[in-house]
């Protein structure tokens, strides 16, 4: 069964951190996503990586950086946590299969920010 | 023109009725729709997909239907039952792009009661 694996279901940390998520999957995939959930905003993509050692810039990536030095783990870094950063983290992996690019998301890691 | 709208935010349906969730998009060069499922604890799964060169698709009691015109899809989920309680994503993406980079709605939370 394929995966995507987040290192953390939950996470308290405290403002002024640096805080690092984990995501790894395991199908090889090229891209890999990272979004945040909010209650009324849906998924918000924060940034995404096409290729090892490539991102990009999501909708959001203010407070955030990420890396990618190997094909199956994308790191999502905050900086310097703050409170508006209390979130749902979703990381996801992506394939081109019969034309369209299936994604696969991990369960997630909730992050609370004190 | 990335935005997808999506209504409403929360639904409750009785056990056997119909659930309706819309999404608009603006951005005329998206051409691959899918809805997501997600089961608290869960990352979103794929549930359903369309192209704009068809205007309806059946999966079991799951159904969209799509109007290129009016720039428009929706997720009719037929025989409702308790176990369809979660929150449905539509989304969208040009299958173009060297990613298939999803942009997703805001989320709809649905409860069937029995």
């Known amino acids: 069964d394929v995966k995507v694996t987040q290192s953390s279901r939950y996470l308290v940390k405290r403002t002024g951190e640096k805080v690092f998520l984990e995501c790894v999957q395991d199908?090889?995939?090229?891209?890999m996503f990272w979004y945040r959930q909010d209650p009324g905003l849906g998924l918000r993509l924060i940034y995404f990586s096409y290729d090892v050692k490539m991102k990009e810039k999501g909708d959001i990536p203010e407070g955030y950086s990420v890396s990618r030095e190997k094909k199956e783990r994308f790191s999502l870094i905050l900086e310097s946590a703050s409170t508006n950063q209390t979130s749902m983290y979703l990381c996801?992996?992506?394939?081109?299969?019969?034309?369209?690019?299936?994604?696969?998301f991990g369960s997630g890691t909730r992050l609370t920010v004190v | 023109q990335q935005q997808v709208k999506q209504s409403p935010q929360s639904l409750i349906v009785q056990k056997g009725g119909i659930s309706i969730i819309n999404c608009a998009y603006e951005n005329t060069a998206f051409d691959y729709f899918p809805w997501y499922q997600q089961f608290p604890g869960k990352g979103p799964a794929l549930l359903i997909a369309i192209r704009p060169d068809v205007s309806e698709k059946k999966e079991g009691r799951f159904t969209i239907s799509f109007n290129k015109s009016a720039k428009q899809f929706s997720l009719h989920i037929m025989d409702s039952q308790p176990g369809d309680s979660a929150t449905y994503f539509c989304a969208a993406s040009r299958g173009s792009s060297n990613t298939g980079k999803l942009i997703f709605g805001q989320g709809t939370t649905l409860q069937v009661k029995p």
């Open positions: 199908m090889d995939h090229e891209n």
């Open positions: 996801a992996s992506s394939s081109l299969l019969r034309g369209v690019y299936g994604y696969t």
